[in-house]
């Protein structure tokens, strides 16, 4: 085969695949949200929208990648350097902080559930030690506020290192040289990781953060697991109007709604992230 | 313009290296290094990839710490302070100019980190530029640059520190050959202008030669000699230096006591020391010898015309030496000549110990 054509050969497979299993589908979905009985329609977006439980679980989702995301950044910077920085059992300690990524969102929220049930872990404990009298249904109507605080602490538990695995192959990227210049040029630690490893890690920062705010919009089993219709989110609305109202219109459309979303914030991170010409490793 | 980054005459920066070691697990990197650079001394550490000279350099900077021993600079022991207030500044290898950064804020970088106020900064950043020739790169960043203006951006940086010392480790290693020969003779100017001290880590003896005041030659983790380009280049301390500086090296023969101050070299007799009593080594630089009526039996091996002259490898008594002759001579494979060595350029080594004997 010539030289010319091999590189399209070598990725017509790849491209197959997205056509049948991802463009496809999205052309169906699409066709679903605008179609209606007479011809294309906003008729569906127009439902979901007004329905009262849209601006409920839009703000849910919100607040939930609001609080999770940041924290998680925050973290899985703080984990990653810490990483770098061992001399020893480096992959030890990575297997271990990434484990929870191998468990199931569903089977993480049922962990989380069988702490804070009202039989969990927590109360058993807490009675145990004598710091309550009786268990306490943490995750009741009750207390939203306690919900809200057990998924995002499942989530952050469940999610970060997703993060990690991509910022600790940023940091292995950095040359060691740039820290030895910056500590000569008079920079501490701190400033050493403000002024070298975080601009020098917007590639992989950025990578990081699509990743996990795209999937922060997409928060279902954890959510399910320890709110049920306590906490609904914009995925929780998809599945109901799916499968409880068997309404594939209506959810066809709030579909969309989370994928524009989620293009909007991929863009403001690609924006907030650039790297100008010439100024790569 | 250039008058003014001369910095305060008063204050002093000489370098002393007191027995300092370092081992890396059960590997002696450094055995007890003393060393004295003088105040404004161009000091060259000269050595082969792995002779410690990278490590003595680093320790010097502080990204390293000693095992033992202390460093001070200016009358200060310095060995426990941060690289940041031993008055250092240094040029890396891979340069280490910031990617992210214009050249303005790279060579910035130090005074913005000891939060010099801005107008000081740009003043400073901009005579230094103008020094190195990049006063038009400022708003570039480093990947719009070719490696030697990176070089600039680097050197640049570290003058603009007005540092007591600059350290560079192999900073031309990276540029290919007539830039090097430019950079080498900017670096030379710039730095006798700045009157900065400076430690230059080096694997290359021409650079050393061309740069240093003194150059410290190193092997396996000690200082071999340390002395003037000529002096180490004339009057090798030790068996080693001989043999790595000069290109092609010293020669070395075999020789036997013939008498008091006589000695046997390949059939001919030598003056020579007249202490010693066990086999010497005779040793001659190529160029020190030349064909004669009288002198060392050799036979032709290898012509090799370089054009200003001839590089000849003979078999003498079974061992090769080279010898530069005149270009205008024409041998060939196989002729028997005799080579007469200069007199008062030969030196000799006990092979025992490796030293110069006189």
């Not at chain 2, 370098?15 to 002696?28: L, M, P, R, S």
């Not at chain 2, 790169?137 to 540092?163: D, T």
């Not at chain 2, 036997?256 to 001659?284: C, H, M, S, Y």
């Amino acid at each position: 085969m010539s030289p010319r054509l091999l590189p399209y050969a070598l990725i017509l497979p790849v491209t197959l695949f997205l056509c049948v299993f991802f463009l496809y589908p999205f052309i169906l979905v699409s066709q679903q949200a605008f179609g209606s009985a007479d011809g294309w329609s906003l008729e569906h977006f127009r439902d979901v929208v007004s329905y009262w439980k849209f601006p409920i679980s839009m703000q849910n989702t919100l607040l939930l990648a609001a609080a999770v995301v940041p924290v998680q950044l925050a973290l899985s910077l703080l984990m990653a350097t810490m990483v770098t920085r061992m001399q020893k059992g480096r992959d030890l300690v990575l297997y271990v902080w990434t484990i929870p990524l191998g468990i199931s969102d569903l089977a993480a929220g049922i962990i989380w559930l069988a702490i804070f049930e009202q039989s969990g872990f927590l109360n058993s404990m807490m009675v145990g030690i004598g710091a309550i009298d009786s268990p306490m249904p943490f995750l009741s109507y009750q207390n939203p506020g306690i919900i809200f605080l057990a998924i995002a602490l499942a989530e952050i538990w469940r999610a970060t290192a997703i993060m990690l695995v991509i910022l600790v192959a940023g940091i292995g990227l950095i040359p060691k040289e740039y820290y030895e210049a910056a500590e000569v040029f008079g920079a501490s630690p701190w400033q050493r990781f403000l002024r070298v490893t975080l601009p020098l890690l917007r590639p992989s920062l950025q990578t990081a953060l699509i990743l996990r705010v795209v999937l922060a919009f997409e928060v279902f089993a954890v959510v399910v697991a320890l709110g049920g219709s306590q906490f609904p989110v914009l995925m929780s609305e998809i599945y109901a109007y799916q499968f409880d109202l068997q309404n594939s219109g209506a959810a066809a459309a709030l579909a969309l709604i989370v994928l524009a979303i989620s293009i909007v914030f991929t863009l403001v991170i690609l924006r907030a992230l650039r790297v100008p010409k010439g100024a790569t490793i | 313009m250039r008058g003014d980054l001369q910095k305060d005459t008063n204050d002093m920066a000489e370098i002393q290296i007191k027995n300092v070691a370092k081992t890396f697990g059960a590997y002696q990197a450094l055995h007890s290094i003393d060393l004295a650079i003088a105040d404004q001394e161009f000091m060259v550490l000269l050595g082969a990839s792995g002779c410690g000279k990278t490590t003595l350099l680093r320790i010097i900077a502080g990204l390293e710490t000693a095992s033992i021993g202390e460093v001070w600079i200016g009358g200060r022991r310095v060995d426990h302070l941060a690289p940041k207030d031993r008055g250092i500044a240094m040029v890396f290898q891979n340069y280490a100019v910031f990617p992210h950064l214009t050249v303005f804020e790279n060579i910035g970088f130090g005074l913005r980190m000891a939060k010099m106020p801005n107008d000081e900064v740009k003043r400073r950043v901009e005579r230094t530029a103008s020094l190195m020739h990049i006063e038009q790169l400022l708003k570039r960043y480093s990947g719009e640059l070719s490696g030697g203006q990176r070089q600039r951006v680097a050197v640049a940086r570290a003058l603009a520190m007005e540092p007591d010392v600059i350290l560079m480790d192999e900073p031309l290693s990276n540029l290919d050959a007539l830039l090097r020969l430019e950079m080498r003779a900017e670096l030379k100017g710039v730095l006798a202008e700045s009157k900065t001290t400076a430690i230059y880590v080096t694997h290359d003896q021409v650079e050393a030669m061309s740069l240093a005041d003194r150059i410290s030659v190193m092997h396996q983790g000690r200082i071999i000699q340390a002395a003037s380009p000529i002096e180490v280049y004339r009057n090798p301390a030790a068996q080693f230096v001989a043999g790595f500086l000069g290109n092609p090296p010293m020669n070395f023969l075999r020789a036997e006591k013939a008498g008091d101050g006589k000695w046997n070299v390949a059939g001919e007799t030598v003056d020579g020391p007249r202490g010693a009593e066990a086999p010497l080594q005779f040793a001659i630089r190529p160029e020190d010898m030349q064909i004669a009526d009288q002198g060392l039996p050799a036979q032709v091996r290898l012509v090799e015309p370089l054009g200003a002259h001839l590089l000849v490898t003979c078999d003498v008594d079974g061992t090769m030496l080279r010898a530069v002759l005149d270009s205008d001579l024409s041998l060939k494979a196989g002729d028997h000549i005799k080579l007469a060595p200069q007199p008062d350029r030969v030196r000799w080594f006990d092979p025992e110990t490796t030293k110069a004997v006189a």
